[in-house]
T-cell receptor, first 111, second 113 residues
Framework: DQQVKQNSPSLSVQEGRISILNCDYT??????FLWYKKYPAEGPTFLIS?????DKNEDGRFTVFLNKSAKHLSLHIVPSQPGDSAVYFC??????????FGTGTRLTIIP | GAGVSQSPSNKVTEKGKDVELRCDPI?????LYWYRQSLGQGLEFLIY????????KSGLPSDRFSAERTGGSVSTLTIQRTQQEDSAVYLC???????????FGSGTRLTVV
């Protein structure tokens, strides 16, 4: 069974500090991992991704870490800004031509 | 177009009525997906079209749900005899290759009363 789990439904972080969002997934041979960001009344937008051959990918304030042995993915945002307040979805391509999404984490940045 | 377009943006319907939701994908994108997000839930896969291949319907929750994609472009998701549990945001996405993610539309918020 291919599952993606985000165990924290919400997270509040002070502006300027680091936000860490976590995601766990079940085992699969062909993995590609993505993070999407969603604002209210808008569709999710792609944020950052990582392939299973890497353990880290960085893009500006956003860094995704992949721990394959633990089947764990995390997104770090530093420094956090008020505009980062949104729902973040972890997604995995298990090699079956579609993405499986987690349930999302609502991030609130406190000014 | 520049992005994935969905219509209507909002739809309120009475229980038992049929509804049609439309998706216009990015030009040239061969893959098209429908997902839905119910209140407090994640993104639930519904159906996937790729070129001229038979669609992957494995996510459709019941036989009241169907979808078609005409001419490899526009797609319509139809829900027959709507129920209150069908209330959700229905999201369409398109891509060239799912491996690298896809582009979503803004969604249709369906409310069944």
């Amino acid at each position: 069974d291919q599952q993606v789990k985000q165990n924290s439904p919400s997270l509040s972080v002070q502006e300027g500090r680091i936000s860490i969002l976590n995601c766990d997934y079940t085992n699969s041979m062909f993995d590609y991992f993505l993070w999407y960001k969603k604002y209210p009344a808008e569709g999710p937008t792609f944020l950052i991704s990582i392939s299973s051959i890497k353990d880290k990918n960085e893009d500006g304030r956003f860094t995704v870490f992949l721990n394959k042995s633990a089947k764990h993915l995390s997104l770090h945002i530093v420094p956090s800004q008020p505009g980062d307040s949104a729902v973040y979805f972890c997604a995995v391509n298990f090699g079956n031509e579609k993405l499986t999404f987690g349930t999302g984490t609502r991030l609130t940045i406190i000014p | 177009g520049a992005g994935v377009s969905q219509s209507p943006s909002n739809k309120v319907t009475e229980k038992g009525k049929d509804v049609e939701l439309r998706c216009d994908p990015i030009s040239g994108h061969t893959a098209l997906y429908w997902y839905r997000q119910s209140l407090g839930q994640g993104l639930e896969f519904l159906i996937y079209f790729q070129g001229n291949s038979a669609p992957d319907k494995s996510g459709l929750p019941s036989d009241r749900f169907s979808a078609e994609r005409t001419g490899g472009s526009v797609s319509t998701l139809t829900i027959q005899r709507t129920q209150q549990e069908d209330s959700a945001v229905y999201l369409c996405a398109s891509s060239l290759d799912a491996t690298y993610g896809y582009t979503f539309g803004s969604g249709t918020r369906l409310t069944v009363v």
